[in-house]
């Protein structure tokens, strides 16, 4: 999943994103341990893809922060 496609997701649904790769990558790890995977590479992937979401999401709640820090210093002055 491209970053571009995560940022047009809303928070809760990103969130649930990340709760369906978890999900996923858990059972990736366990089909690895029985070697029964199919794509080593997947493991890869879907880790890349809950950092991808994880950085997204903390990137919009650093900017969230900004803006009521700014909007509380410029209702002050």
Same mark, same amino acid.
């Given at each position: 999943? &491209?970053?571009?496609?995560?940022?047009? @997701? $809303?928070?809760? *649904?990103?969130? #649930? &994103? +990340? &709760? *369906?790769? #978890?999900?996923?990558?858990?059972?990736?790890?366990?089909?690895?341990? +029985?070697?029964?995977?199919?794509?080593? =590479?997947?493991?890869?992937?879907? #880790? &890349?893809? +809950?950092?991808?979401?994880? =950085? +997204?999401?903390?990137?919009?709640?650093? /900017?969230?922060?900004?803006? /009521?820090? #700014?909007?509380?210093? @410029?209702?002050? $002055?």
């Amino acid at each position: 999943m &491209k970053a571009s496609e995560i940022r047009e @997701l $809303g928070r809760e *649904e990103i969130q #649930k &994103k +990340i &709760k *369906e790769l #978890k999900e996923e990558l858990f059972n990736l790890r366990f089909q690895h341990a +029985i070697n029964q995977l199919d794509n080593p =590479t997947r493991l890869n992937h879907v #880790k &890349k893809d +809950i950092a991808r979401s994880m =950085t +997204i999401l903390r990137e919009r709640e650093i /900017t969230e922060q900004r803006n /009521t820090a #700014k909007g509380v210093a @410029l209702s002050d $002055g």
